[in-house]
């Protein structure tokens, strides 16, 4: 069972939400499974925390969709020598990381998921096979420097 926790002001900060703002609604439900990784994405993470303009923590958490899924209007970053598809994702309704990927080639069912805090633990997930619901939101929705100063952006 999913933890009751909300959001701090961290992860809110990803979709440019202020304090007792709701989560958007909306966005593709899916079921995560929980795995563990390879520790690998700290190769990248200087990268992308420059790209969203927001610290992150050390290590992402890895999930598998049941199927092959897009993402709804992605931003696009340059991380290293790939363009990877990056949108906000609403985790057991009380949690925000964004999901960065490099194309659907590489694994359409895979999701690399990044936050401000240690989302594993703040799901309740702890062994490989945990269950979580997520939602995936449209990329429109995610905050990033470039998009800070024209206001709210409708998906």
């Known amino acids: 069972m999913t933890p009751r926790r909300t959001p701090g002001p961290d992860e809110r900060a990803l979709l440019g939400l202020g304090p007792g703002e709701p989560l958007p609604s909306g966005g593709a439900p899916v079921l995560g499974v929980y795995f563990t990784g390879h520790g690998?994405?700290?190769?990248?993470?200087?990268?992308?925390?420059?790209?969203?303009?927001?610290?992150?923590?050390?290590?992402?958490?890895?999930?598998?969709?049941?199927?092959?899924?897009?993402?709804?209007?992605?931003?696009?970053?340059?991380?290293?020598?790939?363009?990877?598809?990056?949108?906000?994702?609403?985790?057991?309704?009380?949690?925000?990381?964004?999901?960065?990927?490099?194309?659907?080639?590489?694994?359409?069912?895979?999701?690399?998921?990044?936050?401000?805090?240690?989302?594993?633990?703040?799901?309740?997930l702890s062994k490989d096979g945990d269950l979580t619901m997520l939602r995936l939101l449209d990329g429109r929705l995610l905050r990033t420097p470039a998009s800070q100063d024209r206001g709210p952006q409708e998906p």
């Open 40 to 124: 690998s994405s700290f190769a990248y993470l200087d990268t992308l925390q420059r790209f969203l303009g927001r610290r992150l923590v050390r290590g992402s958490l890895n999930l598998r969709a049941p199927s092959a899924f897009e993402l709804v209007a992605p931003r696009i970053a340059r991380i290293g020598t790939h363009e990877w598809q990056v949108a906000p994702v609403i985790l057991g309704e009380c949690a925000i990381g964004v999901v960065a990927r490099r194309h659907l080639k590489y694994d359409p069912q895979f999701l690399e998921i990044f936050s401000p805090v240690l989302l594993a633990p703040a799901l309740g």
